[in-house]
């Protein structure tokens, strides 16, 4: 960690976003996590993401279970509400807050331990109830805090810092999301900030749930010889399918693009997220093939980053429950109490 | 002959999805609806078809709703049980069956009366098929029991038309079959028995509902718009009435959306995760469960009270442990309660003893809940939640306003010239909260489970996690005077009794018992934890306090030695924990017990 504290005055040149505010208004207290964490990377690009998007800082709810991943979120956005709130649980928190404003965005920052392993059951349900939401995973294959067992994400054979070989077979958080219905997932890598970027952009506009599962090395436990999840492995091993972009509604897109083909995803609020294909084969429409595709890849012993699969038309948990519009928890007594006189009716049912 | 008429116990003897619930239910409904004081206690297995199960139907002119030891008649329809059935009626009860086939020798007993209905060899040549042929079983005794015990026949052909509105088909044969059984009885048994029912006027404007419906209504009317919740046996029929009426009461005329929004959780970790995500983003929320969900929603619990987050749960107890008996009651789950999760926590508990009191304190508990920033659990049982109890009509008051406790919003915000989450401004251990996105710059902070400073900031310097702690305690003083008071009745006696929940059921019958026995007691009826003044000032004023409670280990007589250091020798347990509701003749027996056995003096006054 550092202890350097960062200085309330802003550069007097720090650029100015749609609404008028840098990406200091953006950030969040001093991160506590230690120097190099792949985790501190990941609340970078949320700050850069949020603010290139000029969304306003104080209408996130950050939500989060317990770990090293699930104390982030007071390195991000301080001027929005954040609940550290138990192991693993941060899935039925999301759901909660969700359910009771639909207006604010949310972002949900987990754990491999939180979300692979104590907390799998609660991952496995927030997808199948498609709450809108952005949830990313800090993916580092190990317990941080605990300092340093093996997470369930991580790899069959790969080493603990002692040299122990992992015994048993790795949860992928992706195939998963994949398989139980999320309409957005992809995969980044905290060390490749031009992809996570865009991804996490795309996944704070989807209108629906987006997975983002971000392999983040674990300086302290996990980035030696012999590990899967550190920065030398990952850069060596991973394979990027699908680049993406993020363009505002009322932006012109003329970025210039690397060769290959485009192709542009109209998101529900008019926006387009621009994907470009590196491979021909690759579907990112496709949830089937998607999981094909991953799992393959991975047998190969490639990590198949970038968007993998995205259905802009999905519908969130809201749309589901065919909730108001209005913000449940604004509906006052006048909207909320059906009064004395359809009472005396229920009474009257029960004579 | 004397004829006794409303002061009987029937008991219906069943097969658990043969239908038999609608026809009992008729039978009670009908006696309700002459004005007679009805109470139903549905005694059935875990389990959805092939098993027993009793209805028991207690009518009592003096309107004692409690359990009552013995039946007077019996309607033995489950083979695989009549011959505890037959066992269970009280010398010169009743024992109805179906004559079709002769009554085994070794089941038959001098001291009763057998009423034999030829009830399947009636019904052969009336209906065809044979899944209705079992179906009208049920009916035909019912309209036997009509003549026998002189229920109005109209009342009851009037429920058979109100029920199957809609299915007009289903009319003419169940009426069909009600005839059937009342003409048998009219032509070839005695009828009336000399034990009658007549009509009376106890009742005014008193309803018949389950606790868990009215629960269920209090959370609608209270406000709630979130309910999330995992099944368990006895709570499921509070959330499935919520989303019953909400669906009735809470959709957009409009557009017809719906102003909640109702989850099945995956389990009762996710429930309560879901209820307090959205307690804290601002919207009322409640789940319902049973000890074992209580178990599992402990962790959660405990942040709920740290990080003070208003939560909302009924507690719909069961016997347990572990899975214990699913299908009946007890009284089991205060001490897991009132101190759930790890660490010093506390929890506000609010304890109805009928449906009216679970529609009141579910409203209530909503209110208290955003004011003390802290969970409330509304504790019913299976016995109050899933048997139609006589009650009071529901009633809101339309000037009501919700108490939507200490928040700040945007233009209070911008007048504060700084603003601290946990800070007691007020002196009541209480701070001001907001709600997420409530303001561009002010107001925001950080929820956690771990310690913290008066600003939400993160700490662990112990000054400042005891400070913290000891304004926990000053807020739960604080509660102690927001919660239901106890129900006193000081007549200046040297001994009281002290109860609470569906004890109160059985309790006036079981002081009328004692009253005759010369033991006169005081009494007091809890109707919350923390416990308020008065509680310690009826302790005090008494030598000597029965605490009634239905489970093995006393907890409430735990709860008020541990809380008020009262001395345990002054405290006398009442207990049964058999998993039927207590009834009176347990209390009696217990009392009158302690009273011999410690040559305790009783009043023996001849009334005048």
């Not at chain 2, 995500?277 to 405990?302: Q, V, Y």
């Not at chain 2, 009501?400 to 911008?414: F, M, N, Q």
């Not at chain 2, 009262?566 to 027996?589: F, H, M, R």
């Amino acid at each position: 960690m550092t202890f350097v504290a960062k200085p309330r005055v802003h550069h007097p040149k720090l650029p100015l976003n749609e609404i008028g505010l840098t990406r200091r208004d953006y950030e969040g207290t001093v991160s506590t996590l230690c120097a190099g964490c792949g985790h501190d990377s990941v609340s970078a690009a949320i700050v850069q993401a949020c603010a290139e998007l000029s969304l306003p800082p104080h209408r996130f709810a950050k939500i989060s279970g317990i770990g090293c991943s699930s104390k982030t979120p007071s390195y991000f956005l301080s001027k929005s509400h954040g609940f550290n709130s138990v192991h693993g649980r941060m899935p039925s928190v999301a759901t909660g807050a969700n359910l009771a404003n639909r207006d604010l965005y949310c972002i949900g920052v987990s754990g491999d331990g939180d979300s692979a392993s104590i907390g799998l059951g609660q991952f496995a349900h927030i997808v199948r109830r498609r709450i809108n939401m952005l949830y990313i995973v800090d993916n580092n294959g190990t317990y941080g805090l605990t300092k340093g067992q093996f997470s369930a994400t991580n790899d069959k054979g790969s080493t603990s810092k002692k040299g122990a070989p992992n015994l048993y077979e790795p949860i992928d958080l992706v195939s998963m999301a994949l398989q139980i219905g999320a309409s957005f997932v992809a995969r980044s890598f905290s060390g490749d900030k031009s992809q996570l970027v865009p991804l996490i952009k795309a996944g704070l506009m989807h209108q629906g749930f987006a997975f983002i599962d971000v392999i983040s090395p674990c300086v302290a436990f996990n980035n030696h010889n012999g590990s899967t999840k550190s920065y030398e492995y990952i850069r060596g091993h991973s394979e990027n399918v699908v680049l993406a972009d993020y363009q505002p509604a009322h932006e012109e897109i003329t970025a210039d693009y690397e060769p290959g083909t485009t192709e542009d995803v109209n998101m529900p609020d008019g926006s387009i997220l621009r994907l470009s294909k590196l491979d021909d084969a690759f579907d990112p429409h496709n949830r089937v093939s998607a999981l094909n595709y991953v799992q393959s890849r991975q047998e190969e012993g490639e990590v198949v980053t970038g968007l993998l699969y995205v259905d802009p038309d999905a519908s969130d948990c809201h749309e589901i429950l065919e909730t108001v519009s209005q913000p449940l928890n604004e509906l006052n007594e006048q909207e909320l109490c059906p009064g004395n006189d359809a009472l005396a009716a229920i009474n009257e049912s029960f004579r | 002959m004397t004829v006794s008429y409303n002061d009987f116990v029937v008991r219906f003897a069943n097969v658990n999805g043969s239908g038999s619930a609608s026809a009992n239910g008729m039978f009670a409904k009908a006696l309700f609806r002459m004005g007679v004081p009805v109470s139903t206690r549905n005694i059935f297995p875990s389990n959805i078809q092939g098993l027993p199960t009793w209805f028991e139907v207690r009518v009592s002119e003096r309107g004692y709703l409690g359990r009552r030891e013995g039946v007077d008649i019996m309607v033995a329809m489950n083979a695989e049980t009549y011959a505890e059935d037959v066992a269970d009626v009280n010398p010169g009860g009743y024992l109805l069956y179906d004559s079709s086939k002769p009554l085994a020798e070794e089941l038959r007993r001098a001291d009763i009366q057998e009423i034999g209905i030829p009830l399947a060899s009636l019904l052969l040549p009336e209906f065809s098929d044979i899944k209705q042929r079992s179906l009208f079983k049920n009916v035909t005794y019912l309209g036997a029991l009509a003549a026998l015990l002189n229920i109005e026949f109209d009342v009851i052909t009037g429920m058979v038309s109100t029920q199957y509105r809609g299915k007009d088909a289903l009319i003419g044969p169940n009426i069909r079959a009600l005839e059937i059984g009342r003409r048998y009885a009219e032509d070839y048994l005695q009828s009336p028995l000399p034990m009658q029912v007549k009509r009376t006027d106890q009742l005014a404007d008193r309803i018949m509902i389950d606790g868990n419906t009215a629960g269920a209504l209090g959370a609608l009317y209270g406000g709630a718009t979130v309910c999330a919740w995992y099944p368990i046996t006895p709570s499921t029929s509070v959330a499935e009435a919520f989303e019953k009426y909400a669906n009735q009461l809470r959709v957009d005329a409009d557009t017809g959306q719906r102003k909640f929004a109702i989850v099945q959780a995956e389990d009762e970790l996710s429930a309560i995760g879901i209820v307090i995500g959205a307690a804290w983003n601002g919207a009322r929320s409640f789940t319902a469960t049973s000890g074992p969900g209580i178990s599992l929603m402990t962790e959660f619990l405990g942040l709920a009270y740290f990080a003070e987050i208003p939560a909302v749960l009924f507690d719909i107890q069961r016997a347990g442990p572990s899975t214990g008996m699913p299908t009946r009651t007890q009284q089991s789950d205060l001490l897991s309660a009132a101190y759930a999760s790890h660490g010093d926590t506390r929890h506000v508990l609010l304890l109805p003893s009928t449906p009216k009191e679970c529609f009141d304190f579910a409203a209530t508990a909503l209110d208290l809940a955003d004011r003390l920033q802290t969970p409330v659990l509304i504790m019913s049982d299976l016995e109050l939640g899933m048997n139609d109890n006589l009650s009071e009509p529901l009633v809101w008051d339309d000037a009501r306003s919700y108490d939507r406790g200490k928040v700040l919003d945007a233009e209070t915000l911008d007048t504060l010239p700084r603003f601290g989450r946990y800070l007691d401004v007020d002196g009541d251990g209480i701070g001001y909260r907001t709600y997420p996105g409530t303001h561009p710059e002010k107001g925001a902070f950080f929820t956690r489970g771990t310690s913290r400073d008066e600003y939400a900031a993160y700490t662990e310097s112990p000054e400042v996690y005891e400070h913290n702690m000891q304004r926990l305690l000053r807020k739960w003083e604080t509660a102690a005077r927001l919660v239901p008071a106890a129900e006193v009745a000081d007549r200046g006696q040297r001994a009281g009794i002290l109860y609470f929940g569906t004890s109160a059921l059985p309790m006036r019958e079981a002081l009328d018992l004692l009253e005759t026995e010369g033991i006169h007691l005081d009494t007091i009826r809890i109707r919350a934890f923390p416990f308020g003044e008065e509680v310690v000032e009826f302790i005090n004023h008494h030598d000597l306090i029965f605490v009634v409670e239905q489970n093995r280990d006393a907890q409430m007589k735990t709860l008020l030695v541990t809380e008020l250091e009262i001395n345990p020798a002054k405290l006398v347990s009442v207990l049964y924990y058999g998993g039927l509701s207590i009834s009176a003749d347990t209390i009696q027996e217990q009392v009158s017990e302690y009273f011999t056995a410690n040559k305790l003096p009783r009043l023996t006054e001849v009334k005048s």
